[in-house]
Every structure is written in C-alpha cells, then in structure tokens.
C-alpha cells in the first residue's frame, strides 16, 4: 500500500499522476493532515492573548476536519479515475506535519510515501522548511518526491 500526501496543490497533484503512471492499479490511501485551531494559534505565541476568549475551538476544529476531508476526497477522485484503488483518510497535526505523515504512513503499513515537492530554494526554504525534505530524512520506508510539472520545468530550463 502507498500513502500520497495530499494537499490539493499541484505537486499533490502531480504525485497522484505519478504514481498513476508509475504504479498502475495500487491500493493508495492519500492522505490530508489539516491543523486544529489551537495548534495554529500557538505557534503566534505572544499573539495568543490576542484572540477573544468566545472562540469556539471545537467549530472551528469541526470545520477544518470537514474541509480536510472533502479535500482528500476530491484527491481521491482524481486517483481513482487515473485507475489507482484510493481512498481518503484525513488526520489532524502532531508535532510537525512530517511527523504526522511518517506516522500515519506506520498505521497504515505503507511500503512508500509519495510527496509532492514545491521546489522552494534559498530563503524561501529557510523560512518555510520544507515537509518532503523533513519526510525524506526521517521517514522509515521509501519515499518518492515528485515536483509539478511547472517546477520540473524551471529546472529543465535553468539545468538543475
């Protein structure tokens, strides 16, 4: 079984027709990890005591789980019609979301993860880390990075 990380970008994309092209008729779970409301906000540290006290956390759980989960099944789709045996499963945020994928991956008994990858260089990838990098160094199994077809291209052009 494969896990394909799923964020309805398209290096998520990208991974799913990969993986379709690649690995014809697998069982893949994709796999969407969203951020409780808590999490997000605490990682703002001083900014917390900003946030008014009436916030309904469990709503606004409610609706990220909701919208994580129409997400993956929008990913799932599109495996299932590029002839992939999908199917959605959404999980909220451990401690980092690499993290969360290498563990779920586990629970799921993956022989691979698939991840899409941004291509961020320089700065941008200093600030923002990168999840493929972080899965790929940690990860336990196999791990296929895929980039878009709009990054593959930028490194066609400039030969990296």
């Known amino acids: ?16 027709d990969a993986v379709a092209a690649l690995m014809p008729s697998q069982a893949v779970t994709l796999l969407t990890v969203w951020e409780p409301f808590l999490e997000v ?4 540290g001083p900014g917390l005591e900003m946030w008014p006290s009436d916030v309904d956390h469990q709503q606004i759980d409610a609706a990220a789980a909701n919208a994580a989960k129409d997400l993956v099944e929008e ?37 691979l993860i698939v991840i899409g990858t941004r291509g ?9 880390g990168s999840v493929s990098h972080a899965v790929l160094q940690h990860a336990d199994r ?5 980039p878009s077809a709009e990054v593959a291209a930028k490194r066609q052009a400039h030969g990296s």
């Open 142 to 146: 196999p791990v296929l990075i895929v």
């Open 41 to 44: 906000v605490t990682r703002f």
């Open 75 to 111: 990913g799932a789709q599109r495996a299932r019609q590029a002839g992939l045996d999908a199917r959605g499963v959404t999980v909220p945020r451990g401690a980092t979301i690499a993290e969360t994928i290498i563990g779920e991956a586990r629970e799921q008994s993956a022989g």
């Open 120 to 128: 961020l260089t320089g700065v941008k990838s200093m600030m923002l």
């Open 1 to 16: 079984m494969i896990v394909i990380c799923y964020d309805g970008s398209a290096d998520a994309d990208a991974a799913v």
